[in-house]
């Protein structure tokens, strides 16, 4: 609509002019050298306009067989990257369908017309990972690593690729130039603490993780979490070597930073006792069986006492039950103490209330012991015997990366080298 109205304006304006020109007739005269030209206006003004239009027309003319070159030159080359970005998309919808050969063979395409690799690598390197070519992979990966762009998706990948075949130290590598890139990336943060923590290198993996917790890579809880359980290990490496006192300062802060965390509770209260500071240990289990009442606390409240005499231990396991009444695992640590000290009566009774709120294994084995001391092998010491075949096992620490069980904590698994991966489960199936 627009064209055709400036369309029509023009023809207006031309027939406005002739009209203006025919009602002022007139001649023309022109001189040149010895030759004269005559002619009326009209005549004139039309070879004008013819004059014009010719030049008009030339210099169109040449301005094309100046600029045709570059103008043919530039719309291929925008072809080309049309095309190749075209094959590259294509590229990726079939790695994301799992098509190896059309992958491939888009990639080849993009490849060939856009001739920029750090476009085109990344899935190269993703078609030799469908074929199963770990070499051409790694190839692929290692030419990322030459360009900017590309080398922090080219580290992750193998750092991957390290981690799966048991090689360390390139994954270290990886790992630490991949946390220089990116300082504030989660993933370097925590491939390197989880690769320094495997090694033993507790220190190391708790700068890691310091430093992810300084620049916000990790969530403060998270980071706090998994710095607790390494200064456990720091701890416990201090203490296996010697160093006392660096022992029971690492033990003080992984504790300090998460009170309910068993293993930090348990293993303060057994060097503060070995130092000498038997209230102190009360004070810190106290305060651990308060938030998470566990067994290894239990345990760590009888070997933490200054008097070990079983009579005053099953008085001291009398005031944990009353930190927390009904807690199975207390009665069962009260019980224990009491088979120790020949309270029979005693053990049986608490060992009776456990069976009540937490029938495991444990119980009927101990009230078949009870039984067999009271009565000697006898029938009611092979039905506590049967029942426990039948009866639910008892709690273990668990990977929640593997499913591994653990008789023991560790800041580490050793199935699959996940980092503070071992919990207690609720129940003990």
């Known amino acids: 609509m627009r064209k055709s109205l400036i369309f029509f304006l023009k023809i207006g304006i031309l027939v406005a002019a002739a009209v203006w020109l025919a009602q002022r007739p007139g001649r023309v005269t022109i001189e040149w050298l010895d030759h004269v030209a005559e002619m009326p206006v009209g005549i004139a003004a039309i070879l004008v306009l013819l004059a014009a239009w010719i030049a008009a027309t030339l210099g169109r003319t040449w301005r094309i067989l100046r600029n045709g070159p570059g103008a043919f030159g530039r719309r291929r080359y925008a072809n080309r ?245 009904g807690q199975p695992d207390a009665h069962f640590a009260l019980a224990e103490a009491a088979i120790a000290a020949k309270l029979w009566g005693v053990a049986r009774s608490h060992l009776e209330k456990v069976r009540e709120l937490a029938p495991t294994t444990r119980v009927y084995r101990r009230l078949a012991d009870v039984a067999r001391a009271e009565k000697g092998e006898g029938p009611e010491a092979q039905g506590f015997l049967n029942q426990a075949m039948s009866a639910a096992t008892d709690p273990r620490w668990r990977c929640t990366s593997c499913g591994t069980s653990h008789s023991d904590w560790h800041a580490v698994c050793d199935q699959c080298g996940g980092v503070d991966t071992i919990t207690w489960p609720k129940t003990g199936r």
């Open 81 to 325: 990257r049309e095309g190749g970005f075209r094959a590259l998309a294509q590229g990726w919808v079939a790695v994301a369908a799992g098509d190896a050969d059309i992958a491939g063979k888009s990639a080849k395409a993009a490849e060939k017309l856009l001739r920029e690799p750090s476009l085109t690598l990344p899935l190269s390197a993703r078609v030799a990972e469908l074929r199963g070519d770990a070499n051409g992979a790694a190839g692929a990966y290692k030419a990322m690593l030459e360009k900017p762009a590309t080398e922090l998706a080219a580290r992750r990948a193998l750092l991957t690729q390290a981690q799966e075949r048991g090689d360390r130290a390139a994954a270290l590598e990886h790992a630490r130039r991949a946390l220089e890139l990116r300082p504030k990336a989660d993933w370097p943060a925590k491939a390197l603490a989880e690769l320094e923590a495997g090694g033993g290198n507790w220190l190391e993996a708790d700068a890691a993780l310091a430093k992810a917790q300084k620049v916000k890579a990790l969530p403060k809880e998270d980071a706090g979490h998994r710095r607790a359980a390494l200064l456990i290990e720091e701890a416990r490496q201090a203490h296996s070597t010697g160093r006392a006192d660096s022992a029971l300062q690492a033990a003080q802060a992984a504790f300090d930073m998460d009170p309910a965390r068993v293993p930090a509770a348990s293993l303060l209260a057994r060097l503060l006792a070995k130092a000498g500071k038997h209230a102190k240990a009360t004070k810190v289990l106290e305060q651990a069986w308060r938030l998470s009442p566990h067994p290894d606390l239990a345990k760590a409240w009888g070997e933490s006492a200054a008097d070990q005499n079983p009579l005053s231990l099953v008085k001291r396991y009398e005031a944990l039950l009353a930190l927390k009444p």
